[in-house]
């Protein structure tokens, strides 16, 4: 073979014939064509496998798009590179392009979860503070948008490099739609799949404007500090309760322990209080209306009994009551109604803040007497 006979066939092997990609990893999404400043020739073979897109850029445009499927790179199967490269009337010769196969098969299980805690507000714990991961699912919807928008030049991206950047959009997006939903703080752990359906809504046109089409997301967890959650468990046993009954409950618990003190203050008290009480016996016994043996004594007239003040109580804007001054005292305690709770009972004008309530501020702590006066 002459010179010139072996520089034909070493250029004849330096053009490629058949365009393809055999995709042997689960982690990469995009590939690009390698040709080492090789030409792909007139009529080379493309193959386009199942779960795969092929995407021709020419000199940083988008130019044709095959899916799966075997093609003859001719002008008729290029059209858009035709235009892009001047083909009017076809073309014989080699051409460069940049060829980039796209891994369109669901990738699952794919891990997100919030780096910092998320920071809420709630009516009755004030400022809490959350977490959330779980998992979700996409595939690459706009294979053409993809290339553009997200792998640029890379030549073979993988799962990893998206992935860093779909969950800060996620963590991001999760924050406004659960400050948004403005639950009660309980109800978020309460209520995932509710949560996590509308996360997908609100999260899948900003993963479509790359090309990608979110198919599943799941919040498998949404954790807090353990001090809310205990606050959280006895809020909802309170809440749960006769408030009435829970404060004679909590009366009787009292005088129990108080009379079990025997030597303290408290059994004092409660001494003195059985002394009245035998002291009330010995009168009746004494006294003709109530069977004593003692003649010519006034019947003893008791005392008007006391009228118990009975309040009103604003929450979320609903009036609630009328409940008493323990019952007050319980659902403070439990957090249904706070220092800025808006109180009325009878005697007031108008509504008035829990804390401009005189009897009610004890609620709030405090009740230190002033300093002594200095003589």
């Not at 330096?14 to 995009?30: K, M």
Request: glycine share 8%; with cysteine.
């Amino acid at each position: 073979m002459d010179i010139f006979g072996k520089i034909k066939e070493k250029l004849k092997n330096e053009f490629i014939d058949i365009v393809e990609w055999l995709d042997y990893t689960d982690d990469t999404i995009a590939h690009r064509f390698e040709r080492y400043q090789n030409e792909i020739k007139n009529g080379a073979k493309l193959i386009v496998r199942e779960g795969q897109t092929a995407v021709f850029v020419n000199e940083g445009q988008l130019a044709d798009v095959f899916t799966p499927g075997t093609y003859d790179l001719t002008t008729k199967n290029l059209p858009i590179l035709a235009t892009l490269k001047g083909w009017k009337y076809g073309f014989n010769s080699p051409f460069k392009a940049e060829v980039y196969f796209v891994n369109t098969h669901l990738f699952t299980d794919e891990k997100w979860g919030t780096k910092n805690p998320i920071t809420l507000s709630d009516n009755r714990f004030g400022l809490v503070e959350i977490r959330a991961f779980g998992t979700y699912a996409f595939r690459i919807s706009d294979a053409g948008k993809f290339i553009i928008d997200i792998v640029g030049t890379d030549n073979n991206f993988t799962n990893y490099e998206i992935n860093e950047h779909l969950k800060s959009l996620i963590a991001t997006r999760f924050t406004d739609t659960v400050g948004e939903a403005n639950l009660p703080i309980e109800l978020y752990a309460a209520n995932t799949s509710e949560l996590s359906e509308t996360c997908q809504e609100v999260m899948a046109p900003e993963f479509e404007s790359v090309g990608i089409a979110l198919e599943k997301f799941y919040i498998e967890n949404v954790s807090m500090p353990e001090d809310l959650k205990k606050e959280i468990f006895e809020y909802s046993r309170i809440d749960k309760l006769d408030l009435d009954k829970l404060t004679k409950f909590k009366t009787a618990k009292a005088v129990e322990a108080a009379a079990k003190n025997e030597g303290g203050t408290a059994g004092a008290g409660m001494g003195m209080g059985m002394g009245f009480v035998l002291a009330q016996q010995m009168g009746s016994m004494m006294n003709p209306q109530m069977g004593g043996t003692v003649q010519n004594q006034p019947a003893a007239v008791p005392p008007p009994m006391p009228t118990q003040t009975l309040y009103y109580y604003a929450v979320n804007g609903t009036q609630q009551g009328p409940v008493t001054f323990e019952q007050m005292q319980a659902l403070f305690a439990g957090r249904t109604i706070n220092r800025e709770s808006l109180v009325w009972k009878q005697g007031m004008g108008n509504w008035a803040p829990l804390q401009e309530v005189e009897e009610l501020k004890s609620f709030l702590g405090g009740n230190t007497p002033p300093p002594l006066p200095t003589k």
